[in-house]
C-alpha cells in the first residue's frame, strides 16, 4: 500500500520530538529536512515538498508551537492539516447531471487501467443505486472493444459498440442517446488509449468531448508510474480539460509520490484510487483518511 516508506519516516522523525519537551527552533528545522527528505525519498514533485515543508515551517514557527506543553502533536496537527489541503482537501465526489442523465468520459494512457476503471466504475455506480451504461470508443484496437464487452459482462453492465464505426465521436453519440433511450442514467465512454500524449489522440479526445459534452472527465494515471504519472495529468489536463482524476494501482506503490503531488501540480483532485485488479477494488479517494494513515 502506497506510504508505507513515507509514513515510517515521518513517524520516526516527530517520534524524536516528542521525546525532546520544549522544542527550539532548531529542532523544528531537523525535524522539517527529515520531513523534506521523507517527501523526496516517496517521489513527492520537488517544488511541491518545498512549498509544503516552507509553509509547514512557518506555521510552526508563527504558532504556539514553541511554548506549548505538548509541541510535538502541534507540529504532527498542522503537517497533518497541510497533508489534507496538499491532496485536494475534501472527498472530491462524481457530478451528476441535474437533468437526470450523466455522461463520464474515461481518458488516460495505454496499460493504466483504463478500461479495467470503467468495470470498477460501473460496479461502483450500480451500488450507488444507478443504471449505468458502457461504451466502447477505441476504433484502433478491436481487442479494447473485446476486452471492455469482457468487463462489461462481469459487472452485468451492457456495452455499447459500433465496430464499422471510425468515429468515435458518434459512436459515444448514438450511445448515449441508446442510453437515454432505454432508461440507463449514467454513460460511461471508453476512450483510445496511447503509449504517451500525442496530438491526433488529443484531438479527437477533444471532439468526443465537443459532442457528447461530458459531464465529468476521469483521467486514468497508473501511481507505479509515479511523477510521470502526475506529467501525463498536467499534459492531459492543459490540453483537453479533466474534471478529477483516478490513480490506479495504489495497492502495489508503496511510494505514493503521483498521489501527494498530482492535486497540486495539475489543479485537479483526485476522485478514486485504483486498490487491486478486480471490480470492486475502487475507492473515493478521501485526503483526511490518507493522512491519517500516513501520520499513524
Ligand atoms: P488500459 O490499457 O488502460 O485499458 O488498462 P487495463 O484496464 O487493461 O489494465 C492494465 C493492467 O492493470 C491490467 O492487468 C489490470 O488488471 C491492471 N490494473 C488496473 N487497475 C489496477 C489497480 O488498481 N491495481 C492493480 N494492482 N492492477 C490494476
Not at 513517524?11 to 528545522?29: P, R, Y
Not at 444507478?130 to 464487452?149: H, V
Not at 464505426?165 to 483510445?192: C, M, N, Q, Y
Not at 508503496?254 to 483532485?269: F, N, Q
Request: charged share 30%.
Amino acid at each position: 500500500m502506497a506510504f508505507e516508506n513515507l509514513s515510517d519516516k515521518l513517524q520516526s522523525a516527530f517520534k524524536k520530538l516528542k521525546g525532546k519537551g520544549v522544542l527550539t527552533e532548531a529542532d523544528i528545522n531537523d525535524a522539517m529536512r527529515e520531513v523534506k527528505l521523507a517527501l523526496l525519498e516517496a517521489d513527492v514533485n520537488f517544488k511541491v515538498v518545498k512549498e509544503f515543508v516552507n509553509d509547514v515551517k512557518e506555521k510552526c514557527l508563527g504558532s504556539e508551537v514553541l511554548e506549548s506543553l505538548t509541541p510535538a502533536q502541534q507540529i504532527i496537527k498542522i503537517v497533518n492539516q497541510e497533508l489534507v489541503d496538499l491532496m485536494g482537501g475534501t472527498n472530491s465526489k462524481l457530478t451528476y447531471s441535474p437533468s437526470g442523465f450523466t455522461t463520464i468520459m474515461m481518458v488516460g494512457l495505454q496499460g493504466t487501467g483504463k478500461t479495467t476503471t470503467c468495470g470498477k466504475l460501473a460496479n461502483y455506480l450500480k451500488q450507488s443505486g444507478k443504471k449505468p451504461m458502457l461504451c466502447a470508443c477505441d476504433i484502433y484496437r478491436p481487442a479494447a472493444i473485446d476486452q471492455l464487452e469482457v468487463v462489461g459482462k462481469s459487472v452485468n453492465t451492457p456495452v455499447f459498440t459500433k465496430r464499422d464505426s471510425r468515429e468515435p465521436a458518434k459512436i459515444a453519440l448514438e450511445a448515449k442517446r441508446e442510453a437515454e433511450k432505454k432508461g440507463f442514467d449514467v454513460l460511461i465512454v471508453d476512450t483510445a488509449g496511447r503509449l504517451q500524449i500525442d496530438e491526433a489522440l488529443m484531438d479527437e479526445l477533444v471532439d468526443i468531448k465537443g459532442t457528447v459534452k461530458p459531464h465529468e472527465i476521469l483521467l486514468v494515471v497508473d501511481a507505479l508510474t509515479g511523477q510521470d504519472a502526475v506529467n501525463v495529468a498536467k499534459g492531459f489536463n492543459e490540453k483537453l480539460g479533466v474534471d478529477g482524476i483516478v490513480m490506479t494501482k495504489m495497492d502495489g506503490d508503496s511510494r505514493g509520490g503521483a498521489a501527494l503531488s498530482a492535486k497540486k501540480v495539475t489543479g485537479k483532485p483526485i476522485k478514486f484510487m485504483g486498490m487491486g485488479e478486480k471490480f470492486d477494488a475502487l475507492e473515493p479517494f478521501h485526503p483526511e483518511r490518507m493522512a491519517s494513515r500516513i501520520l499513524g
